[in-house]
């Protein structure tokens, strides 16, 4: 199994295992924990109505800076054979999140025996 490091500056945040088929329910916390390390939590749980919508003010770029921080760290974070699973939403973070937890959360049919 390999483990995903999560970096803030040049120390080490956190070190945890990499998303794989069965081990999304402490991946989960482990990834929300790094995510909220970093900044960027609130990035992936904003609503879509909350996302700035004019790209030449501050805000805006905050918001694409911390998406493209958040989603680079969810990609890093899961096993190759799950990248296929979210490589189209690589530009919104929330929709990188919410495909995993729909895909692996215990209400899901593949998950529900795990």
Do not use: C
């Not at 899961?78 to 296929?84: A, G, L, N, Y």
């Not at 530009?91 to 049919?109: C, F, G, H």
């Amino acid at each position: 199994m390999t483990s995903t490091t999560v970096k803030v500056g040049s120390k080490l945040a956190f070190e945890f295992d990499k998303l794989n088929e069965t081990n999304y329910h402490t991946w989960k916390y482990d990834m929300q924990a790094a995510l909220m390390k970093l900044g960027v939590w609130l990035v992936v749980t904003a609503e879509a109505k909350d996302v700035p919508v004019d790209k030449k003010t501050p805000e805006w770029k905050d918001w694409a800076t911390g998406n493209q921080a958040a989603a680079g760290a969810i990609y890093a974070s899961v096993e190759s054979s799950i990248t296929p699973l979210i490589r189209t939403h690589l530009n919104s973070a929330s929709s990188m999140w919410k495909t995993l937890e729909t895909t692996y959360s215990a209400d899901s049919a593949m998950n529900r025996f795990l």
